[in-house]
């Protein structure tokens, strides 16, 4: 069993920048992909970003390609999303997820649905002002 806890959300203005983080615990945590979904009030939750065990690979969706940066070190179980030029509609709470699996999945429509990851963090909540 792994567990996930996020950090690092805020309230900001538009246009800052906000790292979040996501540590693990549990379980050895090991070879496993993991990625960032965010859900903002009322709407569905949203693939962000995924990040390959090693770091090799990565992959973003559009509206977070250009602005935001997955990262992770292995060595102290954590994987991070830099969010730069943040927007009112990044709104959100921001959520960590993980599957078993060091590659990251070849349809970028498994990448981005929430059913393909096993482990979930509790969520934690960005607002951006305008």
């Known amino acids: 069993q792994v567990q996930l806890v996020e950090s690092g959300g805020g309230d900001v203005q538009t246009g800052d920048s906000l790292r979040l983080s996501c540590v693990a615990s549990g379980s050895t945590f090991t070879n496993y992909r993991t990625a960032w979904f965010r859900q903002a009030p009322g709407k569905e939750r949203e693939f962000v970003a995924i990040?390959?065990?090693?770091?090799?690979?990565?992959f973003y969706s559009s509206s977070a390609k250009g602005r935001f940066t997955i990262s992770r070190d292995n060595a102290k179980k954590s994987v991070y999303l830099q969010m730069n030029s943040l927007k009112p509609e990044d709104t959100a709470v921001y959520y960590c997820a993980a599957e078993p699996g060091g590659v990251l999945p070849p349809s970028s429509r498994s990448r981005a649905n929430p059913n393909s990851y096993r482990y979930w963090g509790q969520g934690t909540q960005v607002t951006v002002s305008s």
């Open positions: 990040i390959s065990w090693t770091g090799a690979s990565s």
